[in-house]
């Protein structure tokens, strides 16, 4: 089945160690997104790509930076995890970032900072 | 700004009824989606509304009044599996999709 996949499902990591989060899809998507959501509260769109166009969110932090070596694969590196980073981290894709088109969603990654 | 609104939580009982209000102000609008949260899950999509009016798809039903800045979906013959969160999301006229935080259903039996 075509599907958002995102290892890992949980990640530990420390207070200032850089992490890498993994998102493939199968869909042959051209949009890949990153979002971030925390507890009872709305995903945060952090950056999303339009084939290798990348699109920064303009209130994305810096510590947060992105890959996409090629259409199937995206990272989401955070270079310097704090406290208030400890969320889930959501992949989504859409065919052509169309108004219409649904996104779907990869199961997501937990991060953890302690 | 833009803004969505949801309510918080909202309770109901297996085999009844329950309608999820989302009221949004956006800078324009280019279609509205309810998706689907389960606990630790990612969302999954549920209904797609561009026109005034309702669409229904089985048990889930949505509506949309753009001159009123209103959604409802409507869930119907609710089961235990309908626990959840319902996010709105709204796409605005630059091709941005605002999410509202969800409402939390809680279905008891």
């Known amino acids: 089945d075509a599907m958002v996949i995102q290892n890992p499902r949980y990640q530990v990591t420390q207070f200032g160690k850089p992490v890498t989060l993994s998102c493939s899809q199968t869909?042959?998507?051209?949009?890949m997104y990153w979002y971030q959501q925390k507890s009872s509260q709305a995903p945060k769109l952090l950056f999303h790509y339009y084939d290798k166009d990348f699109n920064n969110e303009a209130d994305t932090p810096d510590n947060f930076q992105s890959r996409r070596p090629n259409t199937s694969f995206c990272f989401l590196d955070i270079r310097s995890p704090g406290l208030g980073d400890a969320a889930m981290y959501l992949c989504?894709?859409?065919?052509?970032?169309?108004?219409?088109?649904?996104?779907?969603f990869g199961p997501g990654t937990r991060l953890l900072v302690l | 700004g833009q803004n969505i609104d949801q309510p918080t939580e909202m309770t109901a009982t297996e085999g009844a009824i329950v309608q999820i209000n989302c009221t949004y102000q956006t800078s324009g609008f280019n279609g509205l989606f309810w998706y689907q949260q389960h606990a630790g899950e990612a969302p999954t999509f549920l209904s797609y509304n561009v026109l005034d009016g309702l669409e229904e798809k089985g048990r889930f039903s949505s509506f949309l009044s753009r001159s009123k800045g209103y959604s409802y979906l409507l869930l119907k013959e609710l089961q235990m599996k309908d626990s959840a969160s319902y996010l709105c999301a709204v796409y605005n006229s630059n091709y941005q999709l605002i999410w509202g935080a969800g409402t939390k259903l809680i279905i008891k039996p």
């Open positions: 869909l042959n998507h051209n949009v």
């Open positions: 989504a894709t859409s065919r052509e970032g169309l108004a219409s088109e649904t996104q779907y």
